[in-house]
C-alpha cells in the first residue's frame, strides 16, 4: 500500500470519531435548550402573553387609570407561563419622561405563579390599596403601589407594563424599588412579557 492512501486511512480514522463526537454534543446541547437548560447569554427568554381588557397593545390607557382619573391600575391578564415558574414580578415604567428615564410607576412582586390576572383597582398609592399578600415597592413618585400616568402636556408617552416569570422566590424586601428587585431577579428570569400603553395628558 502506498503511503498517501495509509496517510488517507488514518486521517479518515480520526475525523469519523470526531465528527461522531461533535454530533453528539451538538445534540446535547439542543437538548439542553429545549429543557431550559444551557441558555446561551443574552437569549431572549421565551414570550409571556399580557394583554388587558381596558385598552389593546400600543392604544391609549383609559384616564381612568392615569393621575388625571381615579388612578386605580388597570386590569391586566396574562398567559404561556413556563412551568417551573415559583413567582411573578411586574414593573410599569415609562421611558418618555424628562425627569427620569424610564419613570417608574409601579413595582409589584411576589404575584403566585399560579395567578393568571390582576384585577382593576389592584393597587392604588392614593388610596393606598395593594393586592393581598404580594409585595410593592417605591415608584419615583415617592409612594408605594401604582400611580398612574401624568406626563407633562404635549405629546403621549409610553407606557411599559413587564412581566417576569421567576425561577425563585423573593422577599418583601426584594420588591424595595425597581433597581433592588432588576438585581434581585438577575439570573433568574424564565420569561418575559409586555403590554405598553400610551397617555397624552390634555
Known sequence: MCKT????????????PAALLCLGACQ???????????????????SISVTSTAFAAGQPIPRKYTGQGQDISPPLQWSNVPAGTKELALICDDPDAPRAQPWVHWVLAK???GTSALEEGASS???????PGMAEGKNDFGTMGYQGPMPPPGKPHRYYFRLYALDKTLTAEDAADKPTLLATM?????ATGELMGTYQRQ
Open 5 to 16: 492512501k495509509l496517510m488517507s486511512r488514518r486521517v479518515l480514522g480520526l475525523a469519523v
Open 28 to 46: 446535547q446541547a439542543q437538548e439542553g435548550r429545549h429543557s431550559g437548560e444551557g441558555k446561551t447569554q443574552g437569549e431572549p427568554p421565551m
Open 111 to 113: 404575584i403566585p405563579s
Open 125 to 131: 398609592a392614593k388610596a393606598g390599596k395593594s393586592p
Open 186 to 190: 438577575k439570573g433568574h428570569v424564565l
